[in-house]
C-alpha cells in the first residue's frame, strides 16, 4: 500500500488539498444540519471520512480533464469546482441547483467544470467514463477521465466489462476504488471473493494492483500524479483502490449500528482531515495559515447555504422542459 | 434511383453519415471485420478504417455505455446491439442513464447517439432472439425510437437518428433484411416523427408498424377485392409519434386497426388506440381493434411461429371481420 514518506506535492498544493478536505466535510456536516431541519428531502449519501481519495485526485486534474462518480458525490462535484452554493441548492430542491432541482443529491453535475455526473446506478458509469475516454483518444484532446467507484461495484458485471475494454483499447482513464469497507450495509469482505475487491481484480485485466492510504491525502496525490499522467501520455488505464472509511451510515436512513465499535474507534482516530492538519504543522506549515483556510471554509459553507436558502422553488413549467434538445419533452403531434 | 435490399440500406445508410461527419463512429460485436452476423454492415471497415468502425467484446453493457460516454465528449457514436432481446442485459444504460441524463442534469448533458438493432420474429430464431421490444423503449421518456419498414426508410430515418440532438434507437425488423425497395440517388435524409400514407383508402384505416408494414399492404390489396378499401399507414415513429396522420385518416374512415408484432400487452398500438379512443371517439363509427402476436414468447418452430405473427391473411380477415 502506497503511504507518504516524502510528500512530492509542494506547500501550496497540500494546503490547498487541506482547503479542498475542509470545504468537502464542512459542506456535508452542513447538509447533514439541513436535513434534520427539514430543508433538504429524499437521501443523501455523504462521504464524511473519505475526502482524502477526492482531494489528492482533483488537485491532481487539469481543467478539461473528467470526472465521472457515484450517487455518493458531493465531495467529487464540489472539489472539482461546482459552485458550492448551486450544490446546496440542488440538495435543497431549488431553481438556483446545479441541475434546476431535476437531479437532486444523487445525481449532481456540472459539465462546465468537468464534473461529468453522480451515477446512482451501481457500476453504470464505468463504461461510460470508459466511453468519455475513447472520445478524448479520438479527438486527441489529451484529456483524461477519472471514474470514482465504490468497493460494492467490484462484484458487478458494469465494473467487468469497463475495465476488460479501458484495457483493450488502450484508454486515457483511471479508475479509482474508494474502498470504505461497507457495500452500502454488508461488509464487503463477507461478500467478495478476494480481500482487496479492486487491487486483486486487476491481474484480471493486465492491470497493476495499486493499493493507496485513502486516508492519506499525499499518498492518494502521489498515486494519482503518476497514473493519470501515465494515462495521459498514452499509457492506458489504471485501477487504483483507495483503502478508507464511511464514517457514517450508508445513506441518511442508516445509523449503521452493524459496524463493531471498535472499528468505527479505530477509523475515527484516522480521520484524513486531523491528521493531515498535523502533518502540515510538524512540516513548517504557519499555524495562522492554516487557521484562514478552516474560517474562509466555513465561510464560504455559510455563503452557500444563506444562498441556496434565497433560492425559489423550480417553476412549474419546468416539470416538462429539458426531456429533449429542443427544450421541451412533447412525444406526439 | 437504385433497388437495394434493406441490408445493403443499413451500411449505406451507416456510410452516408460517416462520410459526412468525421465525429460519427460506428462500434458493436462482429460489426467490423465480419461485417455484422446479418451481413448489415460489410464494408464499412474497408472503406473508414479500423478506429472508426470497431469491433467490441461481447459486452453490452460496455457497448452502450461507450457510446454514452463518448457522445458526452464531442463523437456522435452509432451502436450496434446484434438483437434487440440484448437490450436486456444492457437496459440500465438505455433507460436509466441514456434516457434520463439530459432531464435529471436540465439540459447540461446532450446525448447525440444512435442504437441500431435487429429485431422481431419471423426467423425462427426462438423466444430470445426474435422479440419485438420496441415498446419497451417506447415507454421510457427520453428515448426517441424509429422502425424503418424499408430500405429507402432505414436510410433516411438512420440519417436523421445520427444527426438529431437526442439519443435515437432505430429498430430493423430483421425478417425484412433481405427485402428490396427502391432507393434515390444521393444523400438520403428523412424526418423523425413522420408516419406516412402508403395506401389511400376510405373505409378503414390500418396503422402497422416495421414487418407488419407489408404484410398490412398485401392484406389492403386482397380486402380491395372483397370491395374494402383500406388506408394503410406506416407509423414509422414511435416517439415522436405521428398522431395527426393517424387521427387525420381516422377522421375519414371512421375505423381504426393496428397490426404489431409484439405480443399483446402494452404494444405500441395500445397507446395509438388510446390516442385514439380520446382524440377521434366521436368520428369512429366500430370498436378500434389490435392485431397482435398473441401474449406468448415465440416459439422456433417454423410452423408456430408463423401462427403467433399476424400474416396479410390474418390481418385481411380480421379487418373484414370488422367491417361487418
Redesign the interface.
Known amino acids: 500500500m502506497t503511504t507518504t514518506t516524502e510528500p512530492i506535492a509542494d506547500e501550496q498544493v497540500r494546503l490547498g488539498m487541506y482547503r479542498m478536505m475542509q470545504e468537502a466535510r464542512l459542506f456535508e456536516k452542513r447538509a447533514q444540519d439541513l436535513f434534520l431541519e427539514g430543508l433538504i428531502k429524499g437521501t443523501s449519501h455523504l462521504a464524511l471520512g473519505q475526502e482524502a481519495v477526492a482531494a489528492g485526485f482533483a488537485a491532481t486534474l487539469l481543467p478539461d480533464d ?1 470526472v465521472y462518480c457515484t450517487y455518493r458525490g458531493h465531495v467529487h462535484t464540489l472539489l472539482r469546482g461546482a459552485p458550492m452554493g448551486a450544490l446546496m441548492a440542488e440538495l435543497m430542491g431549488r431553481a438556483n441547483g446545479i ?5 437532486g443529491s444523487m ?1 449532481l ?4 467544470h468537468g464534473a ?2 453522480s ?1 446512482a ?1 451501481v ?14 483518444q ?2 486527441e ?1 489529451g ?1 483524461v ?1 477519472v471514474c470514482f467507484f465504490g468497493d460494492g461495484t467490484t462484484n458487478i ?2 465494473f467487468h ?2 475495465l ?2 479501458a484495457v ?1 483499447w488502450r484508454l486515457p482513464v483511471v479508475y479509482v476504488c474508494e474502498n470504505n469497507l461497507y457495500m452500502e450495509y454488508t461488509a464487503i469482505g463477507d461478500v467478495t471473493a478476494v480481500a482487496n475487491p479492486a487491487a486483486d481484480r486487476a491481474s484480471a485485466y493486465g492491470l497493476e494492483p495499486v493499493v493507496v492510504d485513502g486516508n492519506d491525502v499525499d499518498a492518494v496525490y502521489e498515486t494519482a500524479v503518476r497514473l493519470v499522467e501515465r494515462a495521459r501520455e498514452g499509457g492506458g488505464p489504471a485501477l487504483v483502490e483507495a483503502k478508507t472509511y464511511r464514517q457514517g451510515g450508508h445513506s441518511r436512513a442508516d445509523p449503521a449500528k452493524y459496524r463493531p465499535a471498535d472499528e468505527v474507534e479505530a477509523w475515527l482516530a484516522r480521520d484524513p482531515i486531523p491528521a493531515y492538519r498535523d502533518r502540515l504543522l510538524t512540516s513548517g506549515v504557519e499555524p495562522g495559515a492554516i487557521d484562514r483556510v478552516e474560517r474562509e471554509a466555513l465561510e464560504l459553507v455559510d455563503r452557500a447555504t444563506e444562498e441556496a436558502k434565497a433560492g425559489p422553488y423550480p417553476d412549474p413549467e ?1 416539470l416538462g ?5 429542443d ?1 421541451g ?5 | 434511383m437504385a433497388e437495394l435490399t434493406y441490408r445493403e440500406a443499413v451500411s449505406r445508410a451507416i456510410a452516408q453519415e460517416m462520410e459526412r461527419d468525421p465525429s460519427v463512429y460506428f462500434i458493436g460485436e462482429d460489426v467490423a471485420a465480419a461485417g455484422g452476423v446479418f451481413k448489415t454492415t460489410e464494408g464499412l471497415l474497408e472503406r473508414f478504417g479500423p478506429k472508426r468502425v470497431r469491433d467490441t467484446p461481447i459486452s453490452e453493457q460496455a457497448i452502450i455505455g461507450a457510446i454514452m460516454g463518448a457522445a458526452m465528449n464531442g463523437l456522435r457514436p452509432v451502436a450496434e446491439l446484434m438483437f434487440s432481446d440484448f437490450f436486456a442485459v444492457c437496459w440500465d444504460l438505455i433507460a436509466n442513464q441514456i434516457a434520463k441524463t439530459r432531464y435529471m442534469t436540465n439540459g447540461q448533458v446532450a446525448l447525440p447517439l444512435v442504437i441500431r438493432t435487429a429485431n422481431g420474429g419471423g426467423v425462427r430464431f426462438g423466444a430470445q432472439h426474435s422479440q419485438s421490444v420496441e415498446g419497451w423503449a417506447m415507454a421510457i421518456p427520453g428515448l426517441k425510437v424509429v422502425v424503418p419498414s424499408n430500405p429507402a426508410d432505414m436510410i433516411g430515418l438512420f440519417a436523421a437518428a445520427v444527426r438529431d440532438p437526442d439519443p435515437v434507437i432505430v429498430v430493423e425488423p430483421k425478417v425484412l433484411y433481405a427485402s428490396k425497395g427502391e432507393v434515390p440517388d444521393g444523400e438520403v435524409v428523412d424526418r423523425l416523427g413522420s408516419a406516412r400514407v402508403l395506401r389511400r383508402g376510405s373505409d378503414v384505416t390500418i396503422a402497422a408498424l416495421g414487418a407488419m408494414v407489408p404484410r398490412s399492404v398485401e392484406a389492403a390489396e386482397s380486402l380491395a377485392g372483397d370491395g374494402i378499401d383500406a388506408e394503410v399507414i406506416d407509423v414509422r415513429s414511435l416517439v415522436p409519434l405521428d398522431a395527426t396522420t393517424i387521427l387525420e385518416s381516422v377522421g375519414k374512415t371512421g375505423r381504426f386497426v393496428t397490426v404489431e408484432e409484439s405480443p399483446r400487452l402494452c404494444g405500441w398500438g395500445a397507446e395509438v388506440a388510446s390516442i385514439v379512443a380520446e382524440d377521434r371517439f366521436f368520428d369512429l363509427d366500430g370498436p378500434i381493434v389490435r392485431i397482435t402476436t398473441p401474449h406468448i414468447p415465440l416459439p422456433a418452430a417454423d410452423a408456430l411461429e408463423d401462427l403467433a405473427i399476424p400474416s396479410a391473411a390474418a390481418i385481411a380477415e380480421r379487418v373484414g371481420a370488422t367491417m361487418d
Open positions: 473528467l441541475c434546476g432541482g431535476k437531479g445525481h453535475t456540472d459539465v462546465a461529468m455526473g451515477y446506478i457500476g453504470a458509469h464505468m463504461p461510460i467514463a470508459a466511453g468519455a475516454a475513447w472520445a478524448a479520438e479527438r484532446t484529456q477521465v458485471g458494469a466489462e469497463a476488460n475494454l483493450v419546468a422542459t429539458e426531456l429533449w434538445a427544450g419533452s412533447a412525444w406526439r403531434s
